[in-house]
């Protein structure tokens, strides 16, 4: 299992910026995808889901109406859209896949919000 994540950054508070993670290694058609984040001294938290075919979604409270994971299963990505960014959004950004039973972590994208 591999993942490449990309599109993190630096950008001003009420910015948006979209991640991106390529999977390969396994069918991503038939298994949700997670997007978690963690900030220095804090746990890791899950900041969204999309299931497999029907494309249903989970958001973590902080994150809901202003963050959409979509995925796009031709292409085995996943995306995450952050609108409105607040400081508190700065953390390193992590695909996440859980086939049986066992946890698959991409390499984590730095989000920073800062004016």
């Known amino acids: 299992v591999q993942f490449v994540e990309s599109g993190g950054g630096l950008v001003q508070p009420g910015g948006s910026l979209r991640l991106s993670c390529a999977a390969s290694g396994f069918t991503f058609s038939i298994l949700s995808m997670s997007w978690y984040r963690q900030a220095p001294g804090k746990e890791r938290e899950l900041v969204a889901t999309i299931s497999s075919t029907r494309g249903n979604t989970y958001y973590g409270d902080s994150v809901k109406g202003r963050f959409t994971i979509s995925r796009d299963n031709a292409k085995n990505t996943v995306y995450l859209q952050m609108n409105s960014l607040k400081p508190e959004d700065t953390a390193v950004y992590y695909c996440?896949?859980?086939?049986?039973?066992?946890?698959?972590w991409g390499q984590g994208t730095q989000v920073t919000v800062s004016s």
């Open positions: 996440n896949v859980r086939s049986s039973s066992k946890n698959y």
